[in-house]
């Protein structure tokens, strides 16, 4: 049966008539992409003269986009989210500070968020970003081969130290460990990183997901390798498949450097990619485990019906369903009721550093067509189904 995702009572049951109102206005909002951008643009210097808009912020895309300052101020959210049969993923969503205090501090955090995941049957797995962990430059260096002095290779151990500690500790407490992908040009590295860690802790269950973004044209070779790889020294293969959210900016650098774009030449062409891997890591189930953080519909119905056809159970816990805190809850909640696994990522952090996510999420609903739009017409059709 394909899922339908037109269902917006189950959709957004968990919203209040106040709430619905409130995210179609933040909809219309940054759907404008002038507004959006100057929007963010004057947020930053706002929040830099340490004007009182942090309350603004936390009522409005805070709300929508984030579970709270804390993880503690999460749980209620997660609770809530479970009533229906969705999971959460607790993201701690601090960008952009880059010093060794700042690495210690986020495997901190994340180590703590794996531990009370442990606990709490709602929150299936963890997750981190690399650069949270290490230096952009290092994980660009080490992806280009470059041989390190010895300055950047203690800096690049410790680096390795980190990933070790959050791996093992997953490990540890049975929880899987999403690691997110990032910029073409560090990720070579970190993906390195991630396969020895697959090697090390994914023996006889799955423990680390490697990401592969699929708007990058190499990586359903990529997906094959690692396919290959697994099956060959016997241990199970993580993958977080998603398309990738760093396509401006890779576009721009490979124009600004005169080289090909590691990016597929049309949005076709990466839906293409994205189903085609999708099929290879599903016909590869006996040992490969997939997590698909996407909002696009007809992948969606295409995963599902490669389950069918495959004789898998809609509740097995192979194949994982994903969308962001705040947007898709018609994917994430029709899939649900169906009795399919899916998840939220439900980024948190104090306000004010959680700014470069929000901003990321305001840049993504302006330039990717049809999504603001989609949810604008959802929320309207709810708000004038409850009017009925
Ligand atoms: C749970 C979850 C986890 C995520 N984790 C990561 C992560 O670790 N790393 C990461 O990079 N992203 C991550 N993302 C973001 C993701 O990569 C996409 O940016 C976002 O989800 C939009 O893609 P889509 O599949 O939802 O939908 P769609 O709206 O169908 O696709 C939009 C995407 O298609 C691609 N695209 C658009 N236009 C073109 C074009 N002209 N040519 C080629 N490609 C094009 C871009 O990737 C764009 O983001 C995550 C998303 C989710 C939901």
Known sequence: MVPNFENTAKAFALKSDLELKKAYWLFSLI???????????????????????????????????????SEQDCFPVIENLQSKNVFSVLDYSVEGKADEIAFDHACDRIASVLVSASHHPAIPFGVFKPTGLGPIDLFELKSQGSLLNPVQEQAWQRV??????????????????????????????????VLEMMRKYNQGTTIVYQTIQAYRWDRKQYAEMLCETGRQEGFKIGVKLVRGAYMEKENQRAAALGIKSPIC????????????????????????????????????????????????DKSDSRVWFAQLFGMSDHISFNLSDLGYKVAKYLPFGPVRE?????????????????????ELSLLAAEMRRRKL
């Open 354 to 374: 959680v700014m470069p996510y929000l901003m990321r999420r305001a840049a993504e609903n302006t330039s990717v067509a049809g999504q603001t739009s989609r």
């Open 160 to 193: 390795v130290d980190r990933f070790d500690r959050l791996c093992g500790l997953a490990a540890e407490n049975s929880i899987p460990l999403l690691i997110d992908a990032e910029e073409s040009w560090m990720q070579d590295s970190a993906d390195q990183l």
């Open 31 to 69: 759907g404008q992409p002038g507004l959006a951008r100057w929007g963010s643009w004057l947020t930053k210097i706002m929040l830099e003269a340490h004007l009182p808009i942090e309350g603004l912020i936390k009522k409005t895309v805070f709300h929508q986009f984030c579970g709270g300052i």
């Open 265 to 312: 030449p049309t949005k076709e062409a990466t839906d293409q990619n994205f189903d085609e891997i999708a099929q290879i890591l599903m016909s590869n189930a006996e040992f490969c485990a997939v997590f698909l953080g996407t909002h696009n519909e007809e992948s969606t119905i295409k995963v599902t019906q490669l389950m069918e056809q495959q004789g898998m």
